[in-house]
């Protein structure tokens, strides 16, 4: 990122000496490195939340999709149903009804019928 090579950080190093001074330059130097630390951390934590949030967007629309699946389906077997349903109900509808008027019949025969087989044979 910064592309800075040894013979800079050597320079940078014989200044910070010069400036601060040897007595002076483990401090800072250990400072600098706790701060620069104290970074590198808050950088990694800021990077995890970021990806923990990608993540979670990604399963809300994987949960968005598997639930539209399941409705989709769910639809398609209720239709299916349904059509088998009136397949089946209509002839079930059709012979009920057919039972009904063979009864009918021959509940209106009966009469005439009981009225045959009670006639003496001649």
Same mark, same amino acid.
């Given at each position: 990122m910064f592309d800075i090579g040894f013979s800079? @950080?050597? $320079? *940078? =190093?014989?200044?910070? @000496?010069? $400036? *601060? =001074?040897?007595?002076?330059l483990p401090k800072v130097a250990r400072t600098l490195g706790h701060l620069l630390g104290r970074a590198q951390r808050y950088v990694n934590d800021v990077k995890s939340d970021i990806?923990?949030?990608?993540q979670l967007d990604e399963l809300k629309k994987l949960q968005t999709q598997v639930t539209d699946s399941a409705r989709a389906l769910e639809d398609s077997v209720r239709k299916e149903y349904e059509t088998a349903r009136s397949v089946v109900e209509t002839p079930a509808q059709e012979a009920v009804a057919?039972?009904?008027?063979?009864?009918?019949?021959v509940a209106e025969s009966a009469p005439a019928l009981t009225e045959t087989l009670n006639k003496p044979a001649a």
């Open positions: 800079e @950080l050597m $320079v *940078i =190093g014989v200044v910070a @000496l010069l $400036v *601060i =001074g040897p007595e002076r990806n923990r949030e990608i057919g039972l009904e008027a063979a009864t009918k019949q």
